[in-house]
């Protein structure tokens, strides 16, 4: 995300208007809920999977609404471990960047103008920064076929998800993805892997609740014997 450039979301309130502002937004929680519910919707819509493999043959659709029939993947934090049970997806957080802390005020669009306190009070109400988060969805499948099946759902539901990020204040950057190369560290034996990387940008851990941070701070320099 270069830094300097607007990006296409709304502001968020000021803290002027005296609603607050967010803090942490967990991401891989908004990822991992529209995969838990978009699965368990596909499961009892079968007829669904038509539409979304249109181009295969009816046998070929038969096979992969048999396979759902079974139930929806599980659906994780983190990585797969020895003896869980598959299809699964497990969702991890490989990188959290922060990038120039001035980029903050740009992305909502505030001037320090826009405060009743000091531009001095205004920098300190604004405790954060914007963050690039690379998020990476790995499907488990117990055969070649089932993981390419959930892949390309899994793709499908998460780049509909769009408006949920930009909700989250997070903006989608690029979808890559492909095999993953069997490794014994990072696969259970006999299954079969792909991987989606999805790049985000976007605000985290900002507040106006200063007195909040600011007891933390005078607790925590007493502590450390710090004036």
Partial sequence: M??????PQPP???????SG??????IERAVYTVLKVGFAQLVTQLAF???LFWH????ERA???????????TVVHGYARRGVTMPLIAISLTNEQEVDPAALDEFLGIEADDFDESPTDAKQSMAGSVVEISLQVWIYGRTPD?????YQVAWVMLKQAREIFLKLQATPGRFSGGDVVPREDLLPEYVYCRMIQIGLSGPK??????????GIIVKAKVALGIK
């Fill in 49 to 51: 999977v038509d539409r």
């Fill in 146 to 150: 089932e993981a390419q099946y959930l």
């Fill in 63 to 73: 096979n992969i609404k048999a396979m759902l029939a079974e139930g929806p993947p």
């Fill in 205 to 214: 851990a900002f507040s106006q609740d200063v007195t909040f941070w600011k």
């Fill in 12 to 18: 968020s309130p000021t803290p002027s208007s005296g």
């Fill in 56 to 59: 295969l043959d009816a046998a």
């Fill in 2 to 7: 270069a830094v300097g450039t607007r990006h």
């Fill in 21 to 26: 502002l967010r803090n942490i937004v967990m």
